[in-house]
Structure formats: structure tokens, C-alpha cells
């Protein structure tokens, strides 16, 4: 009888352990998946007295080797004021584990391709209108990557650095 009694204790805590290393399994496979980020696009704050917004991809999913499926990463800004701005240069750099490769402006042109930096201009942002980029995009590190934007331009309030995207 005591034999039984423990034989019974043994396979419930081998049962146990077993149990808790399938759920430590799961967790692992789930995050070894495509990547999904928090879709189509959200808006960044912007600062005080800035007329513009910018915009970038909130949902997408990588392949096996990094690069992001589909058509890549949009990155751009929204002009949310009545007046129409000049010379404007909306700008992305890599921060960290992030290469970029070819690009397609939208509302402009792109000025500068690097693996590291996309740059897109235009002459005249007009109101209501947008500027950005789409460009396929590889992330060395899926759960570690960062870009920053800058923006330059003239008839506005904007601080050049407009911040970061990432986690």
C-alpha cells in the first residue's frame, strides 16, 4: 500500500513538471513566430506648436531570415495644418538592429538610400497633404530594434528630432 501511495505522488509530481515545461514550451514557440507589432498605421505625438503628425506601421510580420513581409514599413508625416509648408525633409535613421533596403516615396522624392538612412523630400507640403516612404525593411533582432525620425522644413514650429519608433 505505501508503495502504491508513492508511485501516485511521483507521477503527479512528474505530471506537474511535465506541465509546467509544456506551458514554458508554448510561451516559446508563440514568441519564435512571425512577429506582429501592435495595425496599418498610428500616429506619434507630436510637439507643441508642430502642424504635423508622424505616421508609421503598427502591424507587421517578418520571414524566417528578418525581412518584413509584404511591401515593408511605412514611415511618413501628415500635414494637419491649412498652410502649406516648404523645403520639407522627412528623414528615418537606423538606432538599432534595423537595415533598410529599397524605397519608394510617397508624395515626394526619395533623396538619400543608405542601408542605415532613408531620407524623402518634397518643395512644398501642401495642406492636409502627406509625405513618406515605404521601404522594405530587415530586422537583425525582432524583439530589439529602433529607428529615429527627423524633420526639417520651413514655415513651422518643429524641433528636427521628432523622436523614436521601436521596442
Known sequence: MNRMR????????AGAI???QLGLAGAASAAEGP?????????????AGCPIDIVY???FYTNSNGW????????GLKNKSTKSFKKVTFTVTNVKN????????????????TSRTVSV???TL????????????????????????SVRGSGWNCAVNQGNWGS
Open 121 to 123: 523630400h518634397t518643395k
Open 6 to 13: 508513492t508511485s501516485a505522488a511521483v507521477l503527479a509530481t
Open 126 to 149: 501642401k495642406k492636409k497633404a502627406s509625405l513618406g516612404v515605404q521601404v522594405r525593411t530587415r530586422l537583425l533582432n525582432t524583439r530589439s530594434y529602433k529607428v529615429k525620425f
Open 68 to 75: 518584413v513581409t509584404g511591401n515593408g514599413l511605412y514611415f
Open 35 to 47: 512577429k506582429a507589432a501592435p495595425s496599418a498605421s498610428k500616429v506619434a505625438p507630436r510637439s
Open 98 to 113: 534595423i537595415r533598410f533596403g529599397s524605397a519608394k516615396a510617397k508624395g515626394g522624392k526619395v533623396t538619400r538610400k
Open 18 to 20: 511535465t506541465a509546467a
Open 57 to 59: 506601421t503598427s502591424r
